[in-house]
């Protein structure tokens, strides 16, 4: 579904990523972890358009996209959730739900993906009038997915859900994304959670100064030395 090969990027004359090659197939969950400046939120946005490629190509179902502005990548099934956020906190829920649907004309499609976003986020049906600035930290990373779900997307980019969260709200941003992908949901996931990453996504790239330094099934990379050592801070495995 989507394959980026040698992928550069950057801002401006500073250049982040490095010949970065990743795929994800249909209802794939795959996970792109690495410490702070590492370039995984660069990837994504490079991926989601917000960003210029400088080289390399990237293919989304056989199209290439890599040249492409971001609201015509948005068009074809890519739908990206920032670290950031971006809601619009003086809107209530349902207003913020429905810009998520804004290129949608079919009014009964959007109703269905409002059904099934609330089904799937049950905190928000009983503040659909709140102003999406009261809510909560969890709150606010719930309604951003339940967002970029509206446009009904092939895929879902997710820069980092858990961030400045507390542990219990973690994990119920975790289940949610456990959920869609066992709805059917390709997900390509950025996050510094590695443990928790790595139980839950299928494959995952481990990303180190802009390049792609490690890959595999996700489950074995829990028994890699690196990853142990560096990232779950259980050195090596016993024997």
């Known amino acids: 579904m989507l394959d980026v090969r040698d992928l550069q990027s950057g801002y401006d004359d500073l250049q982040v990523v490095w010949d970065v090659s990743l795929t994800v197939s249909e209802g794939e969950f795959v996970a792109l972890v690495g410490p702070n400046g590492a370039g995984k939120s660069t990837t994504l946005r490079t991926i989601a358009g917000l960003i210029r490629a400088m080289a390399g190509e990237i293919d989304f179902v056989g199209q290439p996209i890599a040249c492409m502005p971001a609201h015509e990548i948005s068009k074809l099934g890519i739908s990206f959730v920032a ?43 009983g503040r659909k009038k709140q102003l999406a600035g009261t809510l909560s930290g969890g709150e606010r990373r719930m309604l951003a997915i339940a967002r970029g779900l509206m446009a009904a997307p092939k895929i879902l980019l997710v820069d980092e859900p858990s961030l400045g969260l507390a542990p219990k709200l973690v994990l119920d941003v975790f289940r949610a994304l456990e959920e869609l992908h066992q709805a059917g949901v390709s997900i390509l996931l950025v996050e510094q959670n590695v443990n928790k990453v790595l139980h839950i996504t299928e494959r995952c790239y481990v990303m180190e100064q802009g390049r792609i330094v490690l890959q595999g099934e996700s489950l074995e990379l829990l028994g890699n030395e690196h990853v142990r050592d560096v990232y779950l801070g259980m050195g090596e495995p016993a024997a």
């Open 83 to 125: 670290e950031t956020l971006d809601l619009f906190p003086g809107m209530t829920v349902l207003e913020n739900l429905l810009l998520g649907a804004y290129m949608v004309r079919d009014r009964r499609k959007i109703q269905d993906s409002l059904d099934r976003v609330l089904h799937l986020f049950p905190k928000l049906e």
